[in-house]
């Protein structure tokens, strides 16, 4: 088993920047990738970004040159750095892991954190 946290959400001003943190313990070896998500009130939930420990990172089109993924291999832990924020990326953030590679959709992930709350006022 995979056990996952996240943190760094809260409410912010357009343009502002935050930095969410996904924590990762247990059977850590087994995780190829590690995704974030967002899941907007009412809507479903969307692919942000994604990587693996190796290798170029994913991006959706919608956050492309204001987020950044990242890792920390030795803490078990990815970043989304989120700058430029904007209302419409009011949302939980999830964090996921997957064993088997790098997927845009949720089903391809088979741990998933608690989500952390972002909140962009106008």
């Known amino acids: 088993q995979v056990q996952l946290v996240e943190s760094g959400g809260g409410l912010v001003q357009a343009g502002g920047s935050l930095r969410l943190s996904c924590a990762s313990s247990g059977r850590t070896f087994s995780i190829a990738a590690i995704g974030w998500f967002c899941q907007a009130l009412g809507k479903e939930r969307e692919f942000v970004a994604g990587?693996?420990?190796?290798?170029?990172?994913t991006y959706a089109d919608s956050v492309k040159g204001r987020f950044t993924i990242s890792g920390d291999n030795a803490k078990n832990t990815v970043y989304l750095q989120m700058n430029s924020l904007k209302p419409e990326d009011t949302a939980v953030y999830y964090c996921?892991?997957?064993?088997?590679?790098?997927?845009?959709?949720?089903?391809?992930?088979?741990?998933w954190g608690q989500g952390t709350q972002v909140t962009v006022s106008s």
């Open positions: 990587m693996r420990w190796s290798g170029s990172p």
């Open positions: 996921a892991a997957s064993r088997g590679g790098l997927w845009s959709s949720p089903s391809g992930y088979e741990y």
